[in-house]
DNA sequence: GCTTGAGCTTCCAGCAACTGGAAGGCCTAT
DNA sequence: ATAGGCCTTCCAGTTGCTGGAAGCTCAAGC
């Protein structure tokens, strides 16, 4: 299978694939014609690989859970600590969000928003509070 | 001033000022000895850089703040509509780290965590479902 | 005067994870 | 034969810095 039905199947573009290959995440054969040559395998880890970017892991954590994946002695147990690692790291993230939000949005509240020069958000950033 | 004074007084590091002049954020004239020499309107400028890249806003839109910032005719609509235009970004970003936390989630508490190969985040992230 | 160490300079390289574009080969159809 | 669409490789750019090497300057201590 060329990669442009391999992009297809996995829903990543051909650019990305190639990408993937260089970073040694994909192996694929070659056709006689030089051509990339996708198998069923490839496209499961294509697929694979989509799924958990997609779902906010790195590209090495990717790798390790491609390893697990691939090994069928894994203790699920491995797979649930990547997983549960990220979730801390979203929360992580999530939290910094909220508190820029409301520091956002108290500066945005207090600004009268006309055509006048007087801006809150611009004294706060200038760090020129409560003038 | 020095470059150390001034990144102890902008909270910013060294290499990070030095950048900044990359890409003509600011200007310091020079000692005769070479030496970048910082004003005190440099100082604010890179105490501005600094606290609204802490907000999240990215360079080019600190670039814009920046000449609202020292455009005294402004009118604070402006800065106004920079700045919500920023709480959307947020909020569309917690709200996908939120869905992904919430799949993340379900993935792991349907996972024994035990060291038996069968682990329902796998199963998933290969697209096999409910099986 | 000499050395030491901190602080300054420039330049080059690298991080993550791609993405865009150029130059050229291949394949199929008309 | 030619057009187009797909494929190849390679190089460069994105964002926002950060690290490191090689070398200059300056102030202090002996």
């Known amino acids: ?62 790798r390790l859970l491609l390893s697990l994946y691939e090994d069928d002695q894994r203790a699920s147990a491995d797979v649930k600590a990547v997983a549960n690692q990220k979730i801390i790291e979203i929360d992580h993230k999530i939290k910094e969000l909220r508190s820029l939000r409301k520091t956002l949005s108290a500066l945005a509240e207090n600004c009268h928003g006309d055509d006048k020069p007087d801006c809150p958000i611009i004294d706060d950033l200038a760090g020129r509070r409560g003038r």
Do not use: W
């Open 1 to 62: 299978m060329n990669i442009g039905e391999a992009a297809r199947q996995s829903e990543l573009p051909p650019k990305t694939i190639r990408y993937y290959e260089d970073i040694a995440l994909v192996k694929p054969s070659r056709s006689s014609n030089g051509y990339r040559d996708y198998s069923e395998n490839d496209i499961h880890r294509l697929r694979f690989l989509q799924r958990s970017r997609s779902l906010g892991f790195t590209i090495e954590e990717c």
